[in-house]
Nanobody, 125 residues
Framework: QVQLVESGGGLVQAGGSLRLSCAVPGRTFSNSPIGWFRQAPGKERESVAA????????YYADSVKGRFTISRDNDQNIVYLQMDSLKSEDTAVYYC??????????????????WGQGTQVTVSS
């Protein structure tokens, strides 16, 4: 399995912004839809956003719609998650992952086969 690498997490005050990055191996990147998930302590991993490869169609969870933006840089093989207007409830470990196929549901953990190690995001109120 390929290894994705997240970065960009940290501590931020409520209302602030962070940008997460997900580096994807080049051969895998060009034809892979990528998703972001998060997991807070004691909670299940939940979907945040996803982006397709060629069409760049994007998907967002209702809880982040209008505040988060997913994008991809095909030259750098990186997928970004821009997070604005952060809230304390956004505190979690954030993971990026590769979706198995374009037909798989974007918001299901089981649709993804390669994950990064995660990056911690902490929003102080």
């Amino acid at each position: 399995q390929v290894q994705l690498v997240e970065s960009g997490g940290g501590l931020v005050q409520a209302g602030g912004s962070l940008r997460l990055s997900c580096a994807v191996p080049g051969r895998t990147f060009s034809n892979s839809p990528i998703g972001w998930f998060r997991q807070a302590p004691g909670k299940e991993r939940e979907s945040v956003a996803a982006i397709n490869h060629y069409s760049r169609v994007t998907y967002y969870a209702d809880s982040v719609k209008g505040r988060f933006t997913i994008s991809r840089d095909n030259d750098q093989n990186i997928v970004y998650l821009q997070m604005d207007s952060l809230k304390s409830e956004d505190t979690a470990v954030y993971y990026c992952a590769r979706r198995r196929s374009i037909g798989a549901s974007w918001n299901l953990v089981s649709s993804y086969d390669s994950w990064g190690q995660g990056t911690q995001v902490t929003v102080s109120s």
